[in-house]
């Protein structure tokens, strides 16, 4: 069965701190690949996504995502976090083929605390 | 403004009593979503939509019905809810893609639903 797994469930970090959240997903056609950030009380925001080209792929506040085939994993990384990054964050799959059904796989999410 | 909105945001009710979320989205989108949230599971789709009067299962449909009358609308009814249903509720929505299928979704804000 198609499953996207997140490595950490919770992380702590200080401002400045490197940031880099792990996802492995099962799936075995081409993908598209998803970040979503859920700020508190918030609904979710896309982040980042990956449907080809540059596996390095950048999104917005500063995340980038780098998609490893081989690996089938798209870790999100950000070089030096903020307080206003505390959140949940989920990685998404869903079928690249077209006429899929659009169905998102998410991950369990990750929270992170940024400590200021 | 672009967006999906859902209503009501917060919502207790008793077990049995019929309940209908509504989603709303102006984006001229053809694929609509439900998921609910709940802890330490992320996210799970309920049922999805194609197009109108297009709709199908996704992996927890229990309890569940949608329609989609409208390209614009598409309503989360619970005919007789129970409690294992208080959880987190996520409408999104979508353009179709001919090459790559369902793109990024667009999250409505949520509602928040407590059975009792």
């Known amino acids: 069965a198609q499953s996207v797994s997140q490595h950490n469930h919770h992380v702590i970090l200080s401002e400045a701190a490197s940031l880099e959240l792990g996802c492995n997903y099962s799936y075995g056609g081409t993908v598209n690949l998803f970040w979503y950030v859920q700020y508190p009380g918030q609904h979710l925001q896309l982040l980042l996504k990956?449907?080809?080209?540059?596996?390095l792929v950048k999104g917005i506040k500063g995340f980038e995502a780098e998609f490893i085939k081989s690996k089938f994993s798209f870790n999100l990384r950000k070089p030096s976090v903020q307080w206003s990054d505390t959140a949940e964050y989920f990685c998404?799959?869903?079928?690249?083929?077209?006429?899929?059904?659009?169905?998102?796989?998410f991950g369990q999410g990750t929270t992170l605390q940024v400590k200021p | 403004e672009a967006q999906v909105t859902q209503n009501p945001r917060y919502l207790i009710t008793v077990t049995g009593k019929k309940l209908t979320v509504t989603c709303s989205q102006n984006m001229n989108h053809e694929y609509m979503s439900w998921y609910r949230q709940d802890p330490g599971l992320g996210l799970r789709q309920i049922y999805y939509?194609?197009?109108?009067?297009?709709?199908d299962k996704g992996d927890v449909p229990e309890g569940y019905k949608v329609s989609r009358k409208e390209k614009r609308n598409f309503p989360l009814i619970l005919e007789s809810p129970s409690p294992n249903q208080t959880s987190l509720y996520f409408c999104?929505?979508?353009?179709?893609?001919?090459?790559?299928?369902?793109?990024?979704?667009?999250f409505g804000p949520g509602t928040r639903l407590t059975v009792l």
């Open positions: 998404a799959v869903n079928s690249g083929a077209s006429g899929n059904t659009g169905k998102l796989i």
């Open positions: 990956y449907f080809s080209g540059d596996p």
């Open positions: 999104a929505s979508s353009l179709r893609s001919g090459t790559s299928g369902i793109n990024e979704q667009f």
């Open positions: 939509s194609m197009n109108v009067e297009v709709t």
